[in-house]
């Protein structure tokens, strides 16, 4: 027998026969490192450079696939990524049962790099590739290098597989007409286009109005095996139990808060000084006449007053020194609040995530992104869960709450679906600056499909090379722009609707005087009325 055995390998013999002159050639192989187990161990954690070869009696089938099955128990539903060689004696070899019953063991226990090869004179193996549920023997040369590699697959013509998707924009969505686009969509078509591969594309949501159980489908379908993997890149939740393509881009997650898109008009009128400024006029005013009347009085007070005002140079200093001042406050108050009105002015948006938390502004999140947020800092997180409420589900840009979604299909859906304010020409949603933090995503596999997710992982990086995902990542550009709204600035002079704030401070003091004056009317009637009486 002569086995093509890379020195990178370390080889577990696993001694399940009293026989060991069937393992020579092996034990001859002086440059592989190797570990000779007896039947009663269990074999721990492998990784992708070992090759376990197994000697089974296959004169009882159930027997030695229990074998199998026992040896790789400790590892539970971890992936198994060791690559394992079965030798049979040569008339079992033959046998279809064989092949078939080995086939259902290492899919059930969830290795897919095995090939079966006879004991003495060995000049070729066989093994199966489970795809689109349907299982093909392959028998092929000693070539571990093919075998044992992503290149099993090229011995099939075309790849028949079976591909499912959830909608995740702008990822991948049913655009017009009903056929699917986005990001993901077009990376994978090239490939497909360039791998000769015929997939079976189903909708994982089948119909349902769940938001929830698309995503529980997918993994329903991928662990049943009546999908061999998933087009749409899924969030990573530290789970071992799928293989997946490990994508390199960071995904970012962001509230999605609601503004007023009514511009504010009173507040125009206090927005050139600060508050602390307008207490200290407010208080300024009050202390000068209160200090005026007083030295009108004819108290000692007042006179004391009236002669340190008449006092030269302090008196004149003290009224050059109040009309200074006055002066530079009502100059600078009517500079900034001319500015103001050429412009409509909103109270300002938050920008971080703290000062989103210090508005009035509720927050929902689902079941879902509470689990997100444990990803995030404990103190972040802590914050976020006692301000938000959790919700079954969220309604998209909602005007009452704030919500958690990513900032690429936020962005997108708010420009579609809201038009921006006539006058103001803002959207009612907008996304928050600060990131509330970042993920990772993957590509999902079935666990029968390990060299099929090593066969596309390749190639998807020629695809990325080959410069495929900038072009969908320009496309998606394209398509976000094209909904965007811009709001133009046709005249920059102050028009009637400028000066509503000024209308509505005028109307007040009309108002205020009409009605002072009508009481004045009212109670100078009632005195006279009195006198007449009287």
Known sequence: MKLLVTSKLLLFLVIISSEKTVFGPLLSLSNVPRVIIDAEQTIGVLDESCLVVFYLDMQNEKAATNIISSKFNELG??????????????????LSSTINNLDLTFRKIGI??????????SRSLKYTIHLAEKTTIVQSVMDFQTVYSHRRLEVLDRLKINAQWMANFPYIYKATFKTLDGIDNLLYSRLFEYLHVDATIIDARNRSLDPSYAAKAVETNLASGKMDFTMTRKQIRNETRFPMILLPELEYLSFVVPRETSAIHLDNLFR??????WVTVACSVVLFHTINALSRSNTSLGNLLRRMFRLEPAGSFLQMSVNIITF??????FAQITSYLLVNCFHRDPDTVDELLATNISISITVIQRRVLNLLATKLANAVIQRATIVPSVMKLSKEYAYIDTPARASYVINLLHKPDPVSGRLPCFVLREPLGTFRTSYLFARHAIALRDYFA???????????????????????QSVVFRAVIVDDLIGFEHMVPFWIVLSMGWAVAGVVFFLE????FVWNRIDTLV
Request: aromatic share 16%.
């Open 112 to 121: 897919s790099y095995w090939a079966v090869t006879t004991e003495h004179r």
């Open 328 to 333: 530079i406050l009502v100059e600078s108050y």
């Open 77 to 94: 539903s971890r992936l198994r990524t060791a690559k394992v060689l079965i030798l049979v004696e040569n008339h079992f070899f033959d």
């Open 458 to 480: 390749i190639n998807l990086e020629w695809v990325r090379a080959f410069g495929f995902a900038k072009l969908a990542d320009r496309r998606y550009t394209q398509l976000a």
């Open 272 to 277: 050139p000084f600060s508050q602390s400024l």
């Open 521 to 524: 009317c009212f109670v100078v």
